[in-house]
C-alpha cells in the first residue's frame, strides 16, 4: 500500500506545466472539503469556514464565488482537462475544462446553494427569530460558523449561527442559545449563551 502512495506521490510531483496544473486544482477541490468533513467534527481542530460568502456578491447565480462553488471548479476543471490532456489541443482542452468547470460551479450556486439559502430566510421571518432560544448541534467557535437549532412555528430548523461580541468562550454541543440578532448579509443567527439554560451532557 505505502509503494502505491510514494508511487502517485512520485508521479504528482513528476508532472509539469499544463498537466501539472490540471492535476494540483484537481487535488485541492476534492482535498478541502474532505479534510475539513473529516477534521471539523474533532474537537474543532480544522474549520476551514466553507461557507462564508462576499458580501457585495448579487445572488443572481452566475458569479459562482462561494468556497463551495470554487471548489467544485477546480475539481472539474483539473478533472477533465486531466482525462483531454494529449487527446486534443492545448487550446481546446483549456476551454472544455473551463467551461465545464464554470458550468458545474455555477449549476450548484443557483440550484443548490441559493435556493437553500432563500429558504432559511422565507421559511419564518427573520425578525420573528430574534429573541428565540435554540440548542447548538455544531459547536461555535469565536470568529468561526457553527450551527443552531431552533423549534419555530414552520418546524424544527437548523440554521448558520455565531457568537455575538459579548460571547469570549465556545459554545459546545448541546448549549442553550438565545438568538440576538440576525446577521441578514450572510443569513445566519448571532446568538449568546444562557448559562442558566445550559444543557448538561
Known sequence: MWEQVKYAVDYVAGLTGLQAVYMWAMIIGFALPAI???????????????????????????????????????LVFGGVGTALYGRVAVPVGLAVSGLAGYGCAVALNRFVILPMRRNRTTTVRQENLVGEYG???????????????????????????????????????????????????????????????????
Open 36 to 74: 475539513n468533513v473529516v477534521f471539523s467534527g474533532l474537537a474543532g481542530i480544522i474549520d476551514l469556514e466553507l461557507d462564508w460568502d462576499f458580501d457585495f456578491l448579487p445572488d443572481s447565480g452566475f458569479l459562482p464565488l462561494r468556497p463551495a462553488c470554487i471548489l467544485i471548479f477546480l
Open 135 to 201: 440548542k447548538v448541534t455544531v459547536r461555535i467557535r469565536p470568529g468561526h460558523v457553527g450551527e443552531v437549532r431552533l423549534i419555530t412555528e414552520a418546524g424544527v430548523i437548523s440554521y448558520p449561527a455565531v457568537l455575538n461580541k459579548e460571547g469570549v468562550e465556545a459554545l459546545d454541543e448541546g448549549d442553550k442559545v438565545l438568538v440576538v440578532d440576525i446577521d441578514t448579509e450572510k443569513v445566519r443567527l448571532i446568538v449568546k449563551l444562557v448559562p442558566e439554560l445550559k444543557i448538561k451532557k
